[in-house]
């Protein structure tokens, strides 16, 4: 099974930072990488899919980069309805699918 | 609006079942292949089951293979998750999942239900 490693599992910056979150991949993946976001208490929600498609609605401080096992998720000017656990996930092995651990992203 | 609802969650023994569901509205169900996804808590995500639109294809997790079965009514937008011999292992949230592109690694789950917790304890 690909095994999805996320760094760090957790951060705390300010309102309008700069974030960024990493995902490793165990083999490559080419650019089949999706990040979903959740916030406490609800389920998670898809927020990037093919490593740097925006699903509809998101908004655009939210963006991804990478290919082959090495990913990014970035969050520009950082707002307080960011706080939530962001978590990449792997569709390379479609139909099995693996999640990263987690990145819990906390507002100073 | 698109939407999935989870029921059927509770306290189960162990050793016990327990059967999900998920109703689908919004959109044309029979379109989309499905997932179930758990969430044990405090803890990250881990995919389960996939059901093809037309139920023809299944595959689950190593985890959970031989205990767990997936299943599908086009006709009543309604998809199932079977659960035998629980372990408190499998403590955890559980949610049904629209898969926005099936059988394809451009897949991804773009609908999320609200999820329904099940407990297995004595």
């Known amino acids: 099974d690909i095994q999805m490693t996320q760094s760090p599992s957790s951060l705390s910056s300010s309102v309008g930072d700069t974030v960024t979150i990493t995902c490793r991949a165990s083999?490559?993946?080419?650019?089949?990488l999706n990040w979903y976001q959740q916030k406490p208490g609800k389920a998670p929600k898809l927020l990037i899919y093919?490593?740097?498609t925006l699903e509809s609605g998101v908004p655009s401080r939210f963006s991804g980069s990478g290919s082959g096992k090495d990913f990014t998720l970035t969050i520009s000017n950082l707002q307080p309805e960011d706080l939530a656990t962001y978590y990449c996930?792997?569709?390379?092995?479609?139909?099995?699918?693996?999640f990263g651990q987690g990145t819990k992203v906390e507002i100073k | 609006q698109v939407q999935l609802v989870e029921s059927g969650g509770g306290l189960v023994k162990p050793g016990g079942s327990l059967r999900l569901s998920c109703a689908a509205s919004?959109?044309?169900?029979?379109?989309?292949?499905m997932s179930w996804i758990r969430q044990a808590p405090g803890k990250g995500l881990e995919w389960l089951a996939y059901?093809?639109?037309?139920?023809?294809?299944?595959n689950y997790a190593q985890s959970v293979k031989g205990r767990f079965t997936i299943s599908r009514d086009n006709a009543n937008n309604s998809l199932d998750l079977q659960i035998n011999s629980l372990r408190a292992e499998d403590t955890a949230v559980y949610y049904c999942?629209?898969?926005?592109?099936?059988?394809?690694?451009?897949?991804?789950?773009?609908?999320w239900g609200q999820g329904a917790m099940v407990t297995v304890s004595s």
């Open positions: 093919a490593t740097s």
């Open positions: 999942a629209r898969n926005r592109e099936g059988f394809s690694p451009s897949d991804a789950f773009d609908i």
């Open positions: 059901i093809s639109s037309s139920s023809t294809y299944t």
């Open positions: 919004g959109f044309t169900f029979s379109d989309y292949y």
């Open positions: 996930q792997q569709s390379y092995s479609a139909p099995l699918f693996t």
């Open positions: 083999q490559t993946i080419s650019t089949y």
